[in-house]
């Protein structure tokens, strides 16, 4: 999965927000379901949210439920994960993924989130 990173990760403080955005290439864009994941060191990679290929279903992990938003832009072929009232837990390096109509999911580089006053 090539993502181009339109929105990268940084350092913020807590309750702060912050936009990750992938515009994806190298696929048929609008056939896949796409997500987002994080991982730490201690955690192994968890789903954050994920979003149907026509954008009509998401999902969310229930720590992010009510904080953070996914969307997608078929057009620009482009993910996108709002991420409001951030805590220290969120700290964690995040992956767009993509996953094809056959279930094959695919991954992007990750991205460093740092949440910490």
């Known amino acids: 999965l090539r993502c181009n990173w339109r929105s990268l990760g940084g350092l913020v403080q807590p309750g702060d927000s912050l936009r990750l955005s992938c515009a994806a290439s190298?696929?048929?864009?609008?056939?896949?379901?796409m997500g987002w994941y994080r991982q730490t060191p201690e955690k192994e990679r968890e789903l954050v949210a994920s979003?149907?290929?026509?954008?009509?279903?998401?999902n969310y992990a229930d720590s992010v439920k009510g904080r953070f938003t996914i969307s997608r832009d078929i057009a620009k072929n482009t993910v996108n994960l709002q991420m409001n009232s951030l805590k220290p837990e969120d700290t964690a390096v995040y992956y767009c993924?993509?996953?094809?109509?056959?279930?094959?999911?695919?991954w992007g580089k990750g991205t460093l989130v740092t949440v910490s006053s």
């Open positions: 993924n993509a996953v094809n109509p056959f279930g094959m999911p695919y």
């Open positions: 190298g696929f048929a864009f609008h056939l896949y379901a």
């Open positions: 979003i149907r290929s026509d954008g009509g279903s998401t």
